[in-house]
């Protein structure tokens, strides 16, 4: 009765019918996406590829893993922010996880020194100040190399590991960094500038 009273009133059954499809259809896939949420977060929960205190990068966040619900993943980036992470993303997309199999972590620390500088001196340095650092392991050791003659000095690069990658690496740069500084300081090791050297051609007159 009430059908055929709507087009008493000046309703088309015709475009109703359309509305109420539309409609349904934009219900199934919200619920869609939404089951498909709740099964990924059951996927992440069994196989554990993701657990708590997991250092994970997704896209354009990174951050430690501090909740996994049935529908989403919560990361807390070192700023404090907090991103929820829909599960099906995190099944369906690349996942760097810096903490599945080990929560160690290798840093590389860049550092130019001039010319004529006593190579081996240097990178001594650069051991004992990353050695130094409560973060830095002991094992594996800090090792440092020498990358690259370039145009200004002589690059050398300093790789150490820490166990607590959450705590980010800031800190342990600067800390490494000051102690370089201060030890160059002290040996008379030159940290040098860019420099260039332009040569003037006479020519006839």
């Given at each position: 009765?009430?059908?055929?009273?709507?087009?008493?009133?000046?309703?088309?059954l015709?475009?109703?019918?359309v509305?109420?499809?539309?409609?349904?259809?934009?219900?199934?896939?919200?619920?869609?996406?939404?089951?498909?949420?709740?099964?990924?977060?059951?996927?992440?929960?069994?196989?554990?590829?993701?657990?708590?205190?997991?250092?994970?990068?997704?896209?354009?966040?990174?951050?430690?893993?501090?909740?996994?619900?049935?529908?989403?993943?919560?990361?807390?980036?070192?700023s404090?922010?907090?991103?929820?992470?829909?599960?099906?993303v995190?099944?369906?997309?690349?996942?760097?996880?810096?903490?599945?199999?080990?929560?160690?972590?290798?840093?590389?620390?860049?550092?130019?020194?001039?010319?004529?500088?006593?190579?081996?001196r240097?990178m001594?340095?650069?051991?004992?100040?990353?050695?130094?650092?409560p973060?830095?392991?002991?094992?594996?050791?800090?090792?440092?190399?020498?990358?690259?003659?370039?145009?200004?000095?002589?690059?050398?690069?300093?790789?150490?590991?820490?166990?607590d990658?959450?705590?980010?690496?800031?800190?342990?740069?600067?800390?490494?960094?000051?102690?370089?500084w201060?030890?160059?300081?002290?040996?008379?090791?030159?940290?040098?500038?860019?420099?260039?050297?332009?040569?003037?051609?006479?020519?006839?007159?």
């Open positions: 009765a009430v059908l055929i009273g709507l087009p008493l009133v000046g309703i088309d015709t475009m109703l019918s509305f109420g499809g539309a409609l349904g259809v934009g219900l199934g896939f919200g619920l869609q996406k939404i089951a498909a949420n709740y099964v990924s977060g059951f996927i992440i929960l069994l196989d554990r590829s993701i657990r708590i205190g997991d250092t994970i990068s997704v896209g354009t966040d990174r951050g430690q893993v501090t909740q996994i619900t049935t529908r989403y993943t919560v990361l807390k980036s070192l404090g922010v907090e991103a929820i992470v829909p599960n099906e995190l099944v369906s997309s690349v996942v760097d996880n810096e903490s599945y199999t080990d929560p160690k972590m290798r840093v590389a620390l860049p550092v130019q020194v001039a010319y004529g500088t006593d190579l081996e240097a001594a340095i650069l051991v004992a100040a990353a050695a130094a650092q973060r830095v392991l002991a094992d594996p050791e800090p090792k440092a190399f020498v990358i690259a003659f370039a145009d200004s000095g002589i690059n050398l690069e300093v790789g150490f590991w820490i166990g990658p959450q705590n980010g690496t800031g800190q342990v740069r600067s800390d490494i960094n000051l102690a370089v201060k030890a160059f300081k002290a040996e008379g090791i030159e940290i040098p500038f860019p420099q260039r050297e332009v040569r003037i051609l006479g020519g006839s007159a």
